[in-house]
């Protein structure tokens, strides 16, 4: 049987670092070297294979941060279009904070963009996921695909009775 393949934890922070924090044993620490490193513009003693994993990480965190963002208005709109009974001014301001999130983050990160499609079929099948918990209701009794498109996750208007 072969040994497991290495993984990031298992690499050192730079070959022939002696002295140096090893990335699985100090995260903060190791960041703060490979920062002083770069401003120093010693390039050949950074740890490249690392510093690509934590900048992937940083990509993916911005995808998961939108997607989270979206799921909540989905969430939101599922419960508010299938009990109209149970509307709260709650909803009403968790979609606005929520769309607010969206559209920073797709602010500071314009790239997000290109996955528009893949961050709202993402997020509804988790809000479908929770809606169904939440009203206490058949998975199969909420639409299996999103019925909503950018344009009412962003913009349709939302009002509770007693505000009006």
Known sequence: MAPPAPTREDAPSAPGAAGR????????TWVQEQVALLRAGRVDALDLDNIAEELSDVGA???????????VVLLHMLKWDQQP?????????????????AQIQLRKSPGLKSSLDEVRADGFRLARLRAAREMRRALKTLPAECPYGWDDILNRPFEYEADR
Request: charged share 40%.
């Open 21 to 28: 924090t090893r990335y699985a044993d100090d995260l903060y």
């Open 61 to 71: 965190s911005e995808y998961y941060r939108l997607q989270s963002a979206i799921e």
């Open 85 to 101: 009974e149970r509307r709260t001014r709650s909803w009403v301001l968790s979609i606005a904070e929520h769309r607010d999130r």
